[in-house]
């Protein structure tokens, strides 16, 4: 943790400033310490250099589990390809002019598929995350000098009002407890002038008969490393055989919607990238605790009253939401 992250930290619980006290550093990283708040006289723990608010378990723990073990899969800068940062402008609207300079939060940013992205445009980013997918993303980001990592839940951010000059919250609101609360928090730390995305599953009329609910139904009881273990013994025989359903002209489309395999028959990578990407995004569609698809006048709606404005959808694949908080509008 950067010494001058405490600039834009609050205490969750009060929202009170933190100060910060380190036991062990390295340069200008605080590398294991605490925070307290001055009003609540709460404290939390820095370790690893990353600011933990909450414990590693709670509802998010799958995306710990699967995070920890694909750690660079979709990466960029370890796959070899523009994947991430495709979607990421895309889904943005943002430029890598705009990011520059700027102080940027990634909420749920996982392994840190995104923060590669941002980090590489010159902005300062915060990646927030409430599983230890935090550490993966330590491990594999660990020379961009202009990122703090801090383990928090989206619903209640441990930043001050207005911190960040963007916000970005790609794939993730569906799977917290509360996704409202959480895109009303998003916005909160959203300073005037500042740009926000939201990109989340959306639910329209067929949503919930996806192959994927119907195979939850089945999976939800089981533990993550024996879904994991289920998914790993039927992936040699699912996948030669999406290769070749998902592929069929018109019908392959249907085939996509009623079979629960994450097989990117398009995707500009090797065989073996494929395969390692149909397992992890696979367990990401039958893991989670939670898996609440989102209208469009809904979240929409929690961002204007947020004070949000210029809300649209952008034309991007799902429920992708833009906005902006006009210059003037009180923190």
Known sequence: MHDDLVEILACPSCGGALSANASERRGDVIAEGELRCGSCERRYAIARGIARFVPSGDYAGSFGFQWNRFKLEQLDSANGTTLSADRFFAETGWSREWLSGRTILDAGCGAGRFLDVATRSGARVVGVDLSSAVDAAADTLADRERLDLVQASIDALPFRTGAFDGVYCIGVIQHTSDPETCVRALARVLRPGGR?????????????????????????????????????????????????????????????????????????????????????????????????????????RWLAEERVTDVRRGANAGLNVVGRKPDGTPA
């Open 196 to 300: 926000i995305a939201i990109t989340a599953y959306e639910r329209r009329r067929w949503t919930m008969l996806y192959g994927k609910y119907w195979a939850r139904r089945l999976t939800r009881g089981l533990s993550d490393q024996a879904l994991y273990r289920l998914i790993s013994l039927l992936m040699p025989i699912a996948f030669p055989i999406t290769e070749l359903l998902f592929r069929v002209p018109l019908a392959g489309r249907f085939f996509r919607f009623v079979i629960p395999i994450a097989n990117y028959t398009d995707a500009p990578l090797s065989v073996r990238q494929r395969y390692r990407w149909a397992l992890l995004d696979t367990f990401d569609m039958l893991a989670p605790a939670y898996d609440q698809p989102q209208r469009f006048e809904s979240v929409s």
